[in-house]
């Protein structure tokens, strides 16, 4: 069997959801010879830049389906995948591909079919259901190219049930793997969880990224409602931590922390009473829920935020925050136990469909 290769835009060591994503799935492919090939969109100055890299994808008319504000993001990877292509030529000699989100490489689908390479499509979200993501009135123009760049593939391996639902009705061919932290990221929680069985925990938190739209929005409804509920006289102190929340305005019982440390979060989660999650748009599966729950930390989420969540003990939902108050005193009338931690996902089905698509490899041309 040849060598597999992965094509990822997240850095192996970042600390968001599809970096985390990246590593589980990474984990899987251990004991077959693998090479990681990133594309993180900066452009490199090399001979004939404009001629090889910037004008294919700058002349694409599909770029513009995309929001004014995020074009150049798009066309920085796109820029970026051109390049990886003139880089990587042993690609050409790959057994099978492993490729992310492949709306943002439109170049790759095309090599690896031409060159008869079997490759599967990694979907993290439905990028073009991403609020903010697509133009005015271009989302479904949009999502159409997403969903047919998805139908080369071997098959797309969704990390949330709703993606593969859509993408299965839409006929592509799909298989799921719920996220489950890898094993270094599993142990570290492990020891947080450990640890929570000797501390009293007290507040809440609301934890990720200011720089993802839905997350903002959710925590500043949250913020206001904490604040003019008085949420904080009966269930203390709401902290805040994550990417660019430190551009929130600190309020009566909310605490703004930023972004924090490894260490400092660790801190956080073992005296926080529970997490707290909260959006109404947004793809994917939250991966801050299953590491919260595999630390032991309870999670109070609306059910837009828990919608690759089912059944899992520890997680509390309401439907609005009309209903938050109420989940939150369910929470505190019951005993501060660790809820027991999540079974890790069965992945047989997903590592025989990978290791049938090395099996029947064609020659590559």
Same mark, same amino acid.
């Given at each position: ?41 900066? =452009?490199?100055?090399? @001979? ?27 066309? #920085? ?6 390049? *990886?292509?003139? #880089? ?33 499509? =990694? ?25 047919? *760049? ?21 006929? =592509? ?39 993802? @739209? ?8 949250? =913020? ?14 709401? #902290? ?8 929130? @305005? ?24 529970? *997490?707290?999650?909260?959006?109404? #748009? ?44 109420? *989940? ?11 809820? @027991? ?25």
């Amino acid at each position: 069997m040849g060598k597999i290769f992965y094509i990822t835009r997240f850095a192996l060591d970042g600390r968001e959801g599809g970096a985390s994503r990246t590593r589980q799935v990474l984990e899987l492919l251990a004991g077959h010879e693998t090479k990681v090939i990133r594309i993180d969109g900066t =452009i490199q100055a090399i @001979p004939n830049l404009l001629k090889n890299l910037l004008l294919p994808p700058l002349c694409s008319p599909e770029l513009f389906l995309w929001a004014r504000g995020y074009r150049r993001h798009v066309f #920085q990877l796109r820029c970026g995948a051109r390049l *990886a292509l003139k #880089q990587n030529p042993d690609l050409r000699e790959a057994g099978l591909v492993l490729l992310e989100d492949p709306a943002y490489f439109p170049s790759l689908p095309s090599y690896l079919q031409k060159h008869r390479i079997p490759w599967v499509s =990694i979907v993290h979200n439905i990028e073009s259901l991403a609020p903010a993501r697509a133009a005015r009135g271009k989302l479904w123009k949009l999502l159409a190219r997403e969903t047919d *760049a998805l139908r080369g593939s071997g098959f797309s391996l969704c990390l949330g049930d709703e993606e593969a639902f859509l993408l299965s009705n839409l006929g =592509i061919k799909t298989r799921v793997l719920p996220y489950y932290p890898a094993s270094e990221k599993f142990a570290g929680l492990l020891r947080i969880r450990a640890r929570r069985k000797t501390t009293k925990p007290e507040g809440f938190l609301m934890l990720g990224s200011a720089q993802n @739209p839905p997350t903002r929005e959710g925590m500043r409804r949250v =913020i206001a409602e904490w604040e003019s509920r008085g949420l904080y006289k009966k269930f203390g102190v709401l #902290q805040v931590a994550g990417q660019d929340t430190e551009h929130f @305005p600190h309020g009566e019982g909310v605490e703004i922390l930023g972004r924090l440390s490894d260490e400092e979060l660790e801190r956080c989660l073992l005296r926080i009473r529970a *997490a707290l999650c909260f959006q109404e #748009q947004g793809a994917g599966q939250l991966t801050r829920i299953m590491d919260f729950l595999v630390a032991g930390v309870p999670v109070v989420a609306n059910r837009h935020a828990a919608r690759s969540y089912h059944c899992v003990s520890g997680l509390h939902q309401f439907e609005d925050l009309n209903g938050l108050p109420k *989940a939150l005193d369910d929470l505190m009338r019951q005993p501060a136990l660790l809820p @027991p931690p999540p079974v890790a996902p069965d992945t047989s089905a997903v590592l025989e469909a990978l290791h049938f698509l090395l099996r029947n490899a064609p020659e590559a041309t």
